[in-house]
C-alpha cells in the first residue's frame, strides 16, 4: 500500500480564538453520531490544511518554537509539521444540534476538514 | 477539499499478542526520530489495513461488541469502523533502535501503515 485515501467527514466552523466551535458532520455521515451527545469529551482528528508541502518535509524543529530548546523529530512532538499533518485534539463536548458538535478546546482553524471523531461512551 | 492523500510513514511488525511490537520508520522519514528515544509514551496513528469497503459504511455498532449494550455511533467509539479507519493508540517506548522503535501496548495486527507518530517531550 503505498497511498491511503481520507474522505472527510466534516468540517470545522469557527476559530480557536472563539469561545466555542461548530464541527459541521456532512449529512452523508450523520449516522454516525447517534448517542454522542450522550459523551462529555471526545477526540477529534483534523487535517491541517493551510500547511504546504514544505511543511511536510520538515522534520526537525524546536518544542513550541521555543529556540531556547533543542531541536526534536516532529514525531517527538505534537507540532503540525509532519509527513502527514494530522491535528489530535481532545474536546470538550457542550451540545450535539443535529449534524453539528458545538465544542470547545479545539485549535482547528475555520475550514479545517475534520476526518474522525472518536468517543468512549461510559458503561 | 475532497480527498486527502496519506503517505505511510512507517509499518507495524508483530501483533497485539505479543508482549512487544516494533514500528519500522522508512528512511525517507527517520529524520523524524530524532531524541524521540527521550520519551516514554507516544500516540501512534495506524491504517486498518484489513477492513474492507463495508467496514467503511458501517455506522452504528455495539460498544466493545456487547449486544446487550444499546448501538452507537461509529463517532462516539473507538469501534475500528468508521469512515476513515484510522486507529489511535497511546503506547509505551521501550527502546528505539535506529529506524525501529520497540513498542508494547499496540493493537495493530503485522503490516498495518503507520501513519503518524506525536510525542510530548517534559519541560
Redesign the interface.
Known sequence: ?????????GIVRGNPSDNQQVIE?YPE?S??????E??DE??V?F?L?KLGEANRRT??VH?RGDGSR?????????SPM???P?G?TRVKLIERRGNCLIVSGLDAVNGS?V???????SC
Not at 449516522?31 to 454522542?36: A, F, N, P, S, V
Not at 533543542?70 to 505534537?78: I, R, S, T
Open positions: 500500500m503505498s497511498e491511503i485515501r481520507i474522505e472527510p467527514i458532520i455521515h449516522d454516525g453520531l447517534h448517542r454522542i450522550e459523551l471526545l477526540w482528528l487535517w490544511h522534520y526537525q518544542p533543542p531541536l526534536y523529530g516532529v514525531f517527538a512532538l505534537h509532519r509527513p502527514n494530522i489530535m476538514p476526518i474522525d471523531i472518536k468517543g468512549e461512551p
